[in-house]
T-cell receptor, first 112, second 111 residues
Framework: GAGVSQSPSNKVTEKGKDVELRCDPI?????LYWYRQSLGQGLEFLIY????????KSGLPSDRFSAERTGGSVSTLTIQRTQQEDSAVYLC??????????FGPGTRLTVL | QKEVEQDPGPLSVPEGAIVSLNCTYS??????FMWYRQYSRKGPELLMY????GNKEDGRFTAQVDKSSKYISLFIRDSQPSDSATYLC???????????FGDGTTLTVKP
């Protein structure tokens, strides 16, 4: 079946611009996660959605970052006024249970 | 100090070698332990999943969890060049949705 998909696969933007990253989770998965992975680093948790519960936003690095999940399915991560330190791969994952997560291929963001 | 510590490597071994990858952690609430494999420019893929202490084997891969020592391992037998990737450990407790990941160990298996 279809896995987690993310778009765009690559995004190059100028410092100060806003960007939107999209994630389509596996159908039927109730949980959705966003992570950030900088070059040579591990995964940094950003935000977690579970069903209709309030999202866990504890990993968002600043108020320039926000995410929403519409209809319990597709999610959009928005970064406002991008900075060069925002350059990273942004990974989305979904799960049916809270333990095993299935990852998308990521969006590689480059801020010039 | 990080909640999950993982030796970043890099680790380079000849084909056919036994590989041992390890993580230590500090949060005793962790109950589920996972290993992910990540090829270059790809998302992580789940390799092994274990609950609580013990061993789990799947083909050439064995995951081991020692909760008393807060230590987990992944063993790869008869390593192949196709095993060359970054291996990430991850763990979570039963009540939290998010997993905590190690920084990953980069493995190269040379033919």
């Amino acid at each position: 079946g279809a896995g987690v998909s993310q778009s765009p696969s690559n995004k190059v933007t100028e410092k100060g611009k806003d960007v939107e990253l999209r994630c389509d989770p596996i159908s039927g998965h109730t949980a959705l996660y966003w992570y950030r992975q900088s070059l040579g680093q591990g995964l940094e948790f950003l935000i977690y959605f579970q069903g209709n519960s309030a999202p866990d936003k504890s990993g968002l690095p600043s108020d320039r970052f926000s995410a929403e999940r519409t209809g319990g399915s597709v999610s959009t991560l928005t970064i406002q006024r991008t900075q060069q330190e925002d350059s990273a791969v942004y990974l989305c994952a979904s799960s049916f249970r809270s333990d095993t997560q299935y990852f998308g291929p990521g969006t590689r963001l480059t801020v010039l | 100090q990080k909640e999950v510590e993982q030796d970043p490597g890099p680790l380079s071994v000849p084909e056919g070698a036994i590989v041992s990858l390890n993580c230590t952690y500090s949060n005793s609430a962790f109950q589920y332990f996972m290993w992910y494999r990540q090829y270059s420019r790809k998302g992580p893929e789940l390799l092994m999943y274990t609950y609580s202490s013990g061993n789990k084997e799947d083909g050439r891969f064995t995951a081991q969890v020692d909760k008393s020592s807060k230590y987990i391992s992944l063993f790869i037998r008869d390593s192949q060049p196709s095993d060359s990737a970054t291996y990430l450990c991850a763990m979570t407790n039963t009540n939290a949705g998010k997993s905590t990941f190690g920084d990953g160990t980069t493995l190269t298996v040379k033919p």
